[in-house]
């Protein structure tokens, strides 16, 4: 009787640790997979920065076309008024050249998480 309590005892023992390794095995999946989730929702939040950033460029240019037309074709001022509100544009257009370039991959990445 002691000897096969024995081998029950040795045979749980080994279930046992064929159960630690599979729930261990389970951990390193699981970890895994969060990873991978966490890797894909990062991509998707830099994919959605630059399309926020390619609407704000049509935004901003349709915005600076309509203003253009606007300041330069207003009949009520002075040729030279319209002269320094167009002066006035072209500063404000060097501006908006100098920051169209989007943030990088790296940039965004960095930000988003």
């Known amino acids: 009787a002691a000897a096969a309590a024995e081998a029950d ?23 895994r997979a969060n990873a ?3 890797a894909a929702e990062g991509a998707a939040a ?6 926020l950033w390619a609407m704000c460029q049509v935004d901003v240019a349709s915005t600076l ?24 544009l072209h500063v404000l257009g060097e501006i908006l050249k100098s920051t169209t370039t989007p943030p990088s991959h790296e940039t965004l990445t960095l930000a988003v998480g």
């Open 9 to 31: 005892a040795g045979a749980l023992e080994a279930a046992a640790e064929e159960a630690s390794a599979r729930a261990a095995a389970a951990l390193a999946e699981v970890e």
């Open 46 to 51: 830099v994919d959605a920065c630059a399309v």
């Open 65 to 88: 076309r309509a203003a253009v037309h606007k300041v330069t074709a207003d009949k009520g001022r002075s040729p030279e008024a319209r002269l320094a509100r167009a002066r006035a």
């Open 36 to 38: 991978a989730k966490a």
